[in-house]
T-cell receptor
Framework: RKEVEQDPGPFNVPEGATVAFNCTYS??????FFWYRQDCRKEPKLLMS???SGNEDGRFTAQLNRASQYISLLIRDSKLSDSATYLC????????????FGQGTTLQVKP | DGGITQSPKYLFRKEGQNVTLSCEQN?????MYWYRQDPGQGLRLIYY???????QKGDIAEGYSVSREKKESFPLTVTSAQKNPTAFYLC?????????????FGSGTQLSVL
């Protein structure tokens, strides 16, 4: 089983749609969680950290479910510019410093 | 401006040749990382370093080597032992002490085999 798993998609949605991605992780000792966005052949950039209580940044909402070991990203009112690959990232512990990336979920927003 | 710089942007390797990818940061970060990305795949960790003169193997270290002689620099050598080196290589750094520290990435190096 992969340490961090994502549905690769692609998710094809119309502009204005709401779309949600899930990411599961296998190590229950994982401490920190992030969503990164990557455009084609570019470096990933931090979209948002994921906090235990859930957090929102504009049209983006991230949630963490420790009991079921998954995190989610919800995008409301999708824009064409949201088209990208969304990477789930898990940090195992503060001491190891090791971050594990999921395969990524590709989103295509259509006019 | 503070940031992380990778060079070159494109690199070609001949059979049996070692090549070195450069990664420099001026963010005063302790931790640095090298990832490999294949088409349609996620990032896989090659090596990481949490402090100068120390580094650890990641999940796919075979055929690669690194050094961390200076805080700012973390070069990656792709040796001839790496039989399938064609990939997009990403270097990153982070502040080791922060709990929810973000990774800062370089713009990547595309390595191809001639």
């Amino acid at each position: 089983r992969k340490e961090v798993e994502q549905d690769p998609g692609p998710f094809n949605v119309p502009e204005g749609a709401t779309v949600a991605f899930n990411c599961t992780y296998s190590n229950s000792a994982s401490q920190s969680f992030f969503w990164y966005r990557q455009d084609c052949r570019k470096e990933p950039k931090l979209l948002m950290s994921v906090y235990s209580s859930g957090n929102e940044d504009g049209r983006f909402t991230a949630q963490l479910n420790r009991a079921s070991q998954y995190i989610s990203l919800l995008i409301r009112d999708s824009k064409l510019s949201d088209s990208a690959t969304y990477l789930c990232v898990v940090k195992l512990s503060s001491n190891t410093g090791k971050l594990i990336f999921g395969q990524g979920t590709t989103l295509q927003v259509k006019p | 401006d503070g940031g992380i710089t990778q060079s070159p942007k494109y690199l070609f390797r001949k059979e049996g040749q070692n090549v070195t990818l450069s990664c420099e940061q001026n963010l005063n970060h302790d931790a640095m990382y090298w990832y490999r990305q294949d088409p349609g795949q996620g990032l896989r960790l090659i090596y990481y370093s949490q402090i100068v003169n120390d580094f650890q193997k990641g999940d796919i270290a075979e055929g690669y080597s690194v050094s961390r002689e200076k805080k700012e620099s973390f070069p990656l050598t792709v040796t001839s032992a790496q039989k399938n080196p064609t990939a997009f290589y990403l270097c990153a750094s982070s502040s080791r002490t922060a709990t929810n520290e973000k990774l800062f990435f370089g713009s990547g190096t595309q390595l191809s085999v001639l």
